[in-house]
């Protein structure tokens, strides 16, 4: 797979050593996420919202009530801001200059398409797929009318760049010796165990 | 304490039942992160990116390397958006349209403040103890040439919003004796164990 031809605009700026245009990278970073924040511009403010996603191929799709306001500005061609960020870890250095935090970062620019057909079908069991972590389907599909009030967006992966720090402490020759705790502390987003809904009717799978 | 008096512009408009101002709760959703996404809007076009935060008292700290686009246009009084995102669960509900997730949720709009002088000196130390997580302090602070090239940006709390989702699925009357396995499968995020560096002199501290 060859890199992003990302354009000079959307590539990383601040510590382009931690930059990267590999596909593979930025897949996986994807692909591990739940959670990403969609910047837009309203009136000329910044907005960040918070979505569950998931990648389909070179794309990543969201979906949303299309009433919400991010929903009716995607839509109406409004260019985006994607991030994704998983935090590995806090870093502590010998000098406080030099403390950092490890993590994986994601970020995509452009503007989304509305997915509608049998696409839109499609998208939403991939939507609904991620949800259910590898469980058995066999909840009620979406009928017409809450299909209707979903919208399914598709936001192309090409102006796409990743950053990542990984490892321990980068700290000055000088301040090598200093009797201070350096190292990594990592951290990591955990499942816990499930939990089932009081109400459930029994049903064979856990 | 009382609510934030948040303006309508930046009230929650979707799903405002899962909406709070209460200070209280705000500042235990900023007080559990690391990382927020932090907006701004360049030559229109919008940008998300992720920064390491504190929270101190009824603001946000920041602090990032002078020369980055991100603290060039906040420091110019560019409107930001804050946010920070908790994932704490995915909702397995009985139909696809009611799948959903467990998140706590905070937004903050406004325009960042320069911090200079010993109020500079102090937020830093705020940062570092954050990053150092109880640690014993001891590491070198920053000397004059790293604190120049070091901003550091309060984001004050006034026009604020929270965002909660908590509990089971929330299905439909019709639905709850699908055979189909429902409930919460709750996320968290959690330190490992740290590691020391390698190339560390001996310390009493772990």
Redesign the interface.
Known sequence: MCDYQTSKSYRV??APKRASYDRALVHSILDEG??A?????VD???????M?YVRDGESVLLHG?R???LVKHLVGGA?????V?H?D?????????H???N?R?V?V?GRAERVTGEEKTRA?AL??AR???G??S??????EQ?AKA?EMLRLPLVEVAAKVRTG??LDDEA?????????????????????????????A??
């Open positions: 700026r601040q739940y959670v924040h969609i910047a837009f511009v000329g403010l910044p907005v960040a919202l918070p569950f009530s009433k919400s306001r260019p985006f801001c994607l991030t960020t935090l870890g806090l870093v502590l250095a010998r000098s406080a200059f403390h950092s935090m993590y970062s970020m620019h939403m939507i609904t949800v259910r972590q469980r058995p066999g909840e009620r599909p979406a009928n809450e979903t321990g402490p301040d090598m010796a200093l009797p201070v705790w350096a190292g990594v502390i990592p951290m990591q987003l955990v499942f816990g165990e499930p939990v089932r809904d009081v109400a459930s009717v029994p049903v799978v856990a």
